[in-house]
């Protein structure tokens, strides 16, 4: 069964840094693609960043040039480097695996138990 643990998240001032993590288990993680995922109160889950296995990646417009997603295949890890971050970024965030980059479509349904990121101004 997919497991999925995020961590790393917690509070911020804006411009600061952060890195997320999240740990897989019940994959072949080198043939997944993978995805972080944000949610704020009361705003629909949107994909922030997506990796193929190949290495390729997808960025929101609104985090593209301020994030980093990567993997390390020997640890069936993913993780999400967020630098200059704004009050804007506060939000819950997810990680998911089996997911369609293109559409930002988590085709397994199943998500970590997410991480809280919270940006001060």
């Known amino acids: 069964q997919l497991q999925l643990v995020e961590s790393g998240g917690g509070l911020v001032q804006a411009g600061g840094s952060l890195r997320l993590s999240c740990v897989t288990s019940g994959i072949i993680f080198r043939l997944a693609a993978l995805g972080w995922y944000r949610q704020a109160p009361g705003k629909r889950r949107e994909l922030v960043a997506g990796?193929?296995?190949?290495?390729?990646?997808n960025y929101a417009d609104s985090v593209k040039g301020r994030f980093t997603i990567s993997r390390d295949n020997a640890k069936n890890t993913v993780y999400l480097q967020m630098n200059s971050l704004k009050p804007e970024d506060t939000a819950t965030y997810y990680c998911?695996?089996?997911?369609?980059?293109?559409?930002?479509?988590?085709?397994?349904?199943?998500w970590g138990q997410g991480t809280l990121v919270t940006v001060s101004s």
């Open positions: 998911a695996a089996g997911i369609i980059v293109t559409t930002g479509v988590n085709a397994s349904g199943k």
């Open positions: 990796i193929t296995s190949g290495g390729s990646t």
